[in-house]
């Protein structure tokens, strides 16, 4: 950024991916985090009740990371009016008071806005969103991506050792259980690393990057069992597993597959962006 007092401020700081960006943008400046409880050293912030929030703070330039936002498609679902009133109605809010403040803000969106694709896209397609939580993603983004403080970053399934998914494997391989595993369904897997040095270089050369949507997909688009099979040849060698087709209730809330790839993110981390083999031997070795 160009104005060396501005900082960068990670919503949802407490987070899967909140809490890597937090540690890596104080490493490179000055940075603050919130969460919704205010706890261990974080700023109190929710988006249930944005009014509350301290926009003091924020000065032009400044840089908002918002990753906060009830993510579980099924809890989308089920508790929509309560979804709704966080994820769209507090989060516009939000946005809006730190856009009238100068802030520019970096909205951690879905690759689900897309909807169900199995062939190869980028950047240029148009949304379609598939499920409640798609919806409330693609609101935000139509209400502020003719503005330029506002990009969108739209991510696909986030690997790491704390994955849902990849904590599941290697339980099931620790204690001999064979795990099981929906197909088809299929994403394009992205290391938790190379989100948070995407998202913290988009921060830091802004200008740089017209673009006001950014595609965050890794460069294989596997499904699920491709997933267990790659960890299985390169970190989890015991593991065991089965294919079980889901219930047709499960894709009301998730497409089975989505099939993304950018070429800006390269541009942005200065490589490609890992492969899963890659990831997995980062987090296990």
């Known amino acids: 950024m160009n104005n060396k007092k501005s900082k960068t401020i990670i919503i949802g700081a407490s987070g899967y991916i909140g809490s890597g960006l937090l540690i890596k943008a104080s490493v490179h400046g000055l940075a603050c985090g919130t969460s919704s409880t205010g706890r261990h050293g974080l700023i109190a912030m929710s988006l249930d009740s944005p009014f509350d929030f301290d926009y003091e703070i924020i000065r032009p330039e400044d840089t908002i990371i918002l990753t906060a936002a009830i993510s579980a498609p099924d809890v989308c679902a089920r508790e929509f009016y309560k979804a709704w009133a966080i994820n769209v109605t507090g989060t516009s809010e939000f946005i809006s008071q730190v856009m009238a403040r100068g802030g520019r803000v970096i909205f951690f969106s879905s690759d689900t806005v897309y909807g169900e694709r199995s062939k190869i896209f980028d950047e240029t397609a148009e949304t379609n969103p598939s499920g409640d939580y798609a919806l409330m993603k693609a609101e935000v983004e139509l209400k502020f991506l003719q503005n330029p403080l506002f990009k969108s970053i739209r991510l696909s399934y986030v690997f790491s050792r704390n994955d849902k998914l990849t904590k599941y494997l290697e339980s099931c391989s620790k204690c001999q259980e064979e795990a099981v595993l929906f197909h ?3 994403r394009s897997i992205i290391y938790r690393e190379d989100v948070v040095e995407g998202a913290l270089a988009l ?25 267990a099979q790659c960890l299985k040849q390169t970190v989890i060698p015991n593991l065991q597993f089965r294919v079980m087709e889901p219930e047709v209730e499960f894709f009301k809330n ?32």
Do not use: H, K
């Open 184 to 186: 088809p369904f299929y």
């Open 203 to 227: 921060a830091r050369c802004w200008s740089e990057f017209p673009q006001n949507v950014i595609n965050f997909g890794g460069p294989e688009v596997l499904s699920r069992v491709d997933f």
């Open 254 to 285: 998730r497409p089975r597959s989505i099939s993304m790839l950018s070429e800006i993110l390269p541009r942005l981390l200065g490589r490609p962006p890992r492969t899963l083999a890659e990831a997995a031997l980062f987090e296990f070795c």
